[in-house]
């Protein structure tokens, strides 16, 4: 893994063609006023409208981008672990493509990771000074009961496993991500029962959020694939698969 990129960005996206620019552009100039050797990786998961000729279009003028397609649509999950398997970064940022968490919040994980951290996530469930969060009141309910679940069926300790910006020094990342089976958007829960049982350690992080129109989550229909995974992700924790 190359030492020149100090932090490679995972973006997977689907069908995020009116959404995706801005967040894009916002993450470049931000990493390019740090002055940080960066790349960001937008995984297209099978999308049927122009996301991966977007990202291709901007790469022009923004070479630390790169587009990976995949065909057919597979799942959030898998989306990040192949953008995950391309990543050269010594430090690897998951962050989704609406930037509901502004890139800026990378801040505040990157501290964590400087205290002793392998692994910092983002929490909306945390309070802090500075933070503020944004979310609809449907999404604070149908989140409070799936936490609860998380907490009877997975991994306990962590408020909010399921916000999607997450840092990782890169040898976590490494060990980690290839192990995953779950597809969707249970991932980040098989995650952190595997980042537990391996021994990295995991600090959760008040960031900044807020709610963005025109998500892809759909929130009965998901959030019962999501208890699904959840019931895998217990019984091969109780068999010892990684």
């Known amino acids: ?11 997977a996206a689907y069908n995020e063609e009116a959404r995706l620019e801005p967040t894009l552009r916002a993450m ?16 297209d998961d099978g999308s049927s409208d122009g996301t991966t000729a977007l990202v291709e279009r901007l790469a022009g003028a923004m070479p630390e981008l790169r ?15 192949a953008g995950v398997g391309r990543a050269r970064g010594a430090l690897v940022l998951c962050a ?6 502004p890139i800026e919040e990378i801040e505040r ?8 951290a392998d692994v910092a996530i983002g929490s909306r469930a945390l309070g802090g000074e500075g933070v503020r969060v944004v979310a609809r009141l449907h999404r604070r309910l149908i989140g409070r009961v799936f936490h609860q679940l998380v907490k009877l069926l997975a991994v306990r300790g ?15 990342a490494r060990d980690l991500f290839p192990r995953l089976r779950v597809d969707g958007f249970g991932y980040d829960v098989e995650l952190l029962v595997l980042a537990q049982r391996r021994g990295y350690r995991v600090t959760e992080v008040p960031v900044n959020w807020r709610h963005q129109p025109g998500s892809h989550l759909r929130l009965v229909r998901d959030s019962l694939r ?13 068999r010892g698969d990684e």
């Not at 893994?1 to 973006?11: E, G």
């Open 158 to 172: 962590f408020r909010d496993t399921q916000c999607g910006f997450k840092l990782f020094r890169a040898v976590a």
């Open 96 to 101: 989704d493509a609406d930037g509901a968490a």
């Open 226 to 238: 999501m208890a699904r995974d959840l019931w895998a992700i217990r019984a091969r924790a109780r």
């Open 1 to 11: 893994m190359s030492s020149s990129i100090a932090v490679s960005v995972v973006v």
């Open 28 to 43: 470049l100039g931000y990493f390019r006023s740090r002055a940080l050797d960066v790349e960001v990786i937008v995984v």
């Open 67 to 81: 587009a990976v397609r995949l065909a057919p649509n597979h799942g959030k999950g898998y989306a990040v672990r």
């Open 109 to 116: 994980l990157e501290a964590a990771l400087a205290a002793g």
